[in-house]
């Protein structure tokens, strides 16, 4: 065999010295990225990987915007925006299971997200081993003195219960 007798893959074939060059050099970015992938798009997938360990990682089964919807309903607690607040987080997520959240759906004043969340602590109470604060108990025995039937009602039930 002669040196001109080359397979038709020895010319990707890098030598020694090219490849310890290359290694002292590093590559650049560039090179690094592969083809037909470009900037935009891997920031886009950066995004929304980032925002699913998000989900991952929070506290509630919502993810981290859940957890944003609590705070704001926290934040509006005892002002005029609360059923606006309360029912965000209910178009998102549904009722929640906290006491506490659904303490503030029952301050919200509005007669369909109260009928919601004495439904939703009365299904949490029925699952077992949930015991309500005294303040949660005082604020049910209130509205059950509600002037809307269907909220007295659902308050002495759960009452009751407590």
Known sequence: MTGDDRSW??????????????????????ERRPKGVSKAKEEAVTKQYVKQLDGLFSKTKGGAEVERLGAAIRAAHGTSGLADACRQYREVAGF??????????????????????????????E????????????????????????????????????
Not at 101 to 106: A, E, I
């Open 96 to 125: 929640p299971e906290d006491a506490g959240l659904l303490g503030m759906f029952l301050d919200s004043g509005d007669a369909e997200l109260v009928v919601g969340g004495l439904e939703a602590l009365q299904a949490v109470c």
């Open 9 to 30: 893959n020895d010319g990707d074939k890098l030598s020694f010295s090219e490849r310890d060059r290359r290694r002292r050099e590093g590559r650049s970015s560039q």
């Open 127 to 162: 699952a077992g081993g949930f015991k309500a604060s005294g303040g949660l108990r005082s604020q049910i025995r209130m509205l059950a003195e509600d002037p809307d039937d269907e909220v007295a009602e659902l308050a002495e039930t759960l009452s009751e219960r407590l």
